[in-house]
């Protein structure tokens, strides 16, 4: 394979490097995807997931990359194929907080009544949102860069320099792998694990306002299932389910909905989620390849997946 070959190498098969790699393929570049795992084996596949600003930085640049992706996702929303739905539902605190900033983007966005939110629970708001079953969007993004000519090959790197010389762009799409290939040691693995269970006739989600806290509640129904959540462990590189944690996750989202309480366990997902102080979009020269830099989302790998795909186009 060589520079006539292809026009960019994305590195990585997650949601950030396949929705990277369709936005490269749409814009009439040859591509090609490099990626360790398959995309069903990322920590994609094991988000929840649903649309909004988790704990990302810089604000400002936050704000466009989130705007745009809720944009396309409002419009993925009209296609069952895609995976994605809007969905209603409470998010809420246990103490008096502010609601999000982000809050009036969203459909139907109100302060709860005290009799709408779980006991317990001090401040709450309602909305309708993009909630994303990621078995079968991963599936869709795959579909979507083969029709655009896209080509997606298993081959572990162990460092950038690796793939100069094979795209005159190389897009850096690693997610937690950034941090040796960079390398960046201030990516740092934030353990995900969720629930999977089957769906008692819940229609709308819940999600607590838990801060910095390392236990998560929130569950998103998804058709005939319904996914709880979680856990956010910082520097937790294990990626096999704790029976403990599991048990944990379940009560939690039992005592806010009781119906969830005995349904059968389907599965367990587990993701680290690729976090440093600022997510990394920029670009750099190496050698004679131009290298763009999109990593570091953290939890919010869907909420920026378009918006910052569209900043890699654009710095081309």
Avoid at 15 to 37: F, M, N, P
Avoid at 151 to 165: N, T
């Amino acid at each position: 394979m060589s520079r006539r070959d292809i026009d960019a190498l994305v590195i990585g098969a997650g949601v950030s490097g396949l929705t990277t790699a369709i936005c490269l393929a749409e814009a009439g570049l040859r591509v090609t995807i490099w990626t360790a795992e398959p995309p069903h084996q990322t920590t994609s596949y094991a988000a929840g997931a649903m649309w909004g600003p988790y704990l990302a930085e810089p604000i400002d640049r936050v704000r466009v990359w989130s705007a745009r992706t809720l944009a396309v996702l409002r419009q993925l929303a009209t296609d069952p194929q895609t995976g994605v739905r809007l969905v209603p539902g409470i998010e809420a605190s246990r103490k008096p907080v502010d609601p999000p900033e982000w809050g009036n983007q969203l459909d139907g966005f109100r302060l709860c009544e005290a009799d709408e939110m779980p006991d317990g629970f001090a401040t709450g708001w309602r909305y309708t949102a993009p909630i994303v079953d990621m078995p079968i969007y991963l599936g869709y993004l795959e579909r979507r860069f083969a029709v655009g000519g896209g080509r997606i090959e298993i081959r572990r790197i162990h460092s950038l320099d690796q793939a100069v010389g094979v795209a005159p762009v190389v897009v850096n799409c690693a997610g937690m792998g950034a941090r040796a290939l960079v390398p960046d040691p201030e990516l740092t693995p934030i353990r995900g694990q969720l629930v999977v269970v089957e769906n008692p006739g819940i229609t709308e989600f819940f999600t607590e306002d838990t801060g910095p806290s390392p236990d998560l509640l929130h569950f998103y129904p998804q058709g005939e299932t319904v996914v709880l959540g979680g856990t956010a462990q910082p520097g937790d590189w294990s990626r096999e389910p704790d029976p403990n944690t599991t048990a944990a996750i379940i009560d939690r989202c039992s005592e806010v909905e009781p119906r969830l309480r005995g349904t059968r366990v389907l599965g367990q997902r587990i993701g680290l989620r690729p976090t440093r102080t600022r997510v990394r979009v920029e670009g750099q020269r190496l050698d004679s390849a131009t290298l763009i830099h999109n990593y570091g989302h953290g939890g919010a790998g869907i909420t920026l997946s378009w918006g910052c795909a569209a900043e890699v186009v654009a710095r081309l």
